[in-house]
């Protein structure tokens, strides 16, 4: 019988895909690529520490030590990945779990970390605003091998209020026309966003990427910019 505990230390880990069906298959356990799982488990010092327990029977005719293997160190990184998200960062952790009950290697590919909210029609950061980018700004000085993508949203409250500003100012209001402004809105706000990153928390902007702007429906979306991983 085998069953015991590898405690492991790896020091700048560089890895190379020689197998993307069991590369895909490990993403879909952990909840998120493999990349973004390991940027999360490096400290300052660019290491990686794990506790791998390895257990099995090696007198099964089927046993083979390196599925053991690869299957133990699956479990330990979902585990040290979902208790560094659940207690270190929390509420983050709350998005990691929900992630890992939906997660679709064909539909999601990233865990959202936070979503900043504006107001209508609005591209300005709310108090409450800059305190959700404060949280993933400390992330981020805690684990700087984390990379954030950065998504602006434009919403049927921005185009309501378009409407109505355009009212106010006795234009008639063309839908084309609208929508290349909700989508410039939806872009500022994630120019805001990272602006606020760099400038006020000095993150290096190699870190954060912006994705095209997009626009949603449904009363029940936010105006927002959503911070993934």
Same mark, same amino acid.
């Given at each position: 019988?085998?069953?015991?505990?590898?405690?492991?230390?790896?020091?700048?880990? @560089?890895? @190379?895909?020689? #197998?993307?069906?069991?590369?895909?298959?490990?993403?879909?356990?952990?909840?998120?690529?493999? #990349?973004?799982?390991?940027?999360?488990?490096? /400290?300052?010092?660019? #290491?990686?520490?794990?506790?791998?327990?390895?257990?099995?029977?090696?007198?099964?005719? /089927? &046993?083979?030590?390196?599925?053991?293997?690869?299957?133990?160190?699956?479990?330990?990184?979902?585990?040290?990945?979902? =208790?560094?998200?659940?207690?270190?960062?929390?509420?983050? =952790?709350?998005? +990691?779990?929900?992630?890992?009950?939906? +997660?679709?290697?064909?539909?999601?590919?990233?865990?959202?970390?936070?979503?900043?909210? &504006?107001?209508?029609?609005?591209?300005?950061?709310? #108090?409450?605003?800059?305190?959700?980018?404060?949280?993933?700004?400390?992330?981020?000085?805690?684990?700087?091998?984390?990379?954030?993508?950065?998504? =602006?949203?434009?919403? /049927?409250?921005?185009?309501?209020?378009?409407?109505?500003?355009?009212? /106010?100012?006795?234009?008639?209001?063309?839908?084309?026309?609208?929508?290349?402004?909700?989508?410039?809105?939806?872009?500022?706000?994630?120019? @805001?966003?990272?602006?606020?990153?760099?400038?006020?928390?000095?993150?290096?902007?190699?870190?954060?990427?912006?994705?095209?702007?997009?626009?949603?429906? =449904?009363?029940?979306?936010?105006?927002?910019?959503?911070?993934?991983?």
């Amino acid at each position: 019988i085998l069953d015991g505990d590898i405690k492991t230390k790896v020091h700048r880990l @560089v890895w @190379v895909q020689s #197998d993307s069906v069991k590369i895909a298959k490990m993403a879909e356990k952990l909840a998120m690529p493999l #990349d973004s799982a390991l940027s999360l488990l490096r /400290d300052k010092s660019d #290491d990686i520490k794990l506790t791998i327990r390895v257990s099995g029977d090696v007198s099964e005719p /089927d &046993f083979e030590v390196s599925d053991a293997i690869n299957a133990a160190v699956t479990y330990s990184l979902k585990k040290a990945i979902s =208790g560094y998200l659940s207690y270190a960062f929390y509420p983050y =952790g709350l998005a +990691y779990l929900a992630a890992e009950k939906t +997660y679709d290697m064909a539909k999601k590919s990233q865990v959202g970390l936070e979503v900043v909210e &504006f107001k209508p029609g609005d591209n300005a950061l709310s #108090d409450q605003s800059k305190e959700d980018v404060a949280n993933i700004a400390k992330l981020m000085k805690r684990r700087p091998w984390v990379k954030i993508q950065i998504c =602006g949203y434009a919403t /049927d409250s921005d185009h309501l209020k378009m409407i109505e500003l355009e009212k /106010d100012k006795k234009r008639h209001s063309d839908d084309s026309l609208l929508d290349a402004s909700l989508l410039g809105l939806a872009k500022r706000r994630a120019s @805001v966003v990272k602006s606020y990153l760099i400038s006020v928390y000095k993150i290096n902007a190699k870190r954060l990427t912006t994705c095209s702007p997009t626009l949603t429906d =449904g009363k029940e979306q936010t105006p927002r910019v959503e911070l993934l991983i």
